[in-house]
């Protein structure tokens, strides 16, 4: 976030890259594509939806934190996972549901 003015010009793979290198983020097996019953959004669309749920949950200063409690919630393999379809619920629903901690009936 404090980077973004500089980063917002270089490609969406070489800040994935450096991403992954600062958070030691191990490989893994994330399809979540595979057999889907809907259209995959792009990563403009599912970036617009964390970052209004970062500015509407974090407080002031805090908004980096913000983003890494969300990436590491339950909500965030919820949204990913686009065979269930939860990405398209409505935001505030979304919302909501990681203040609580689980999907809201």
Not at 25 to 30: L, T, W, Y
């Amino acid at each position: 976030m404090k980077d973004a003015e500089v980063s917002h010009c270089l490609s969406f793979e070489q800040v994935r890259d450096e991403i992954i290198d600062i958070y030691g983020i191990k490989p893994g097996d994330f399809d979540t594509i595979t057999n889907c019953r809907y259209t995959i959004p792009g990563f403009m669309d599912i970036g617009r939806l964390y970052s209004i749920m970062i500015e509407d949950c974090a407080k002031s200063g805090e908004e980096v934190n913000e983003m890494i409690k969300i990436f590491k919630s339950f909500i965030s393999d919820e949204i990913s996972n686009f065979k269930t379809g939860v990405y398209y619920q409505n935001p505030d629903y979304l919302e909501w549901s990681y203040r609580e901690g689980q999907l809201l009936d």
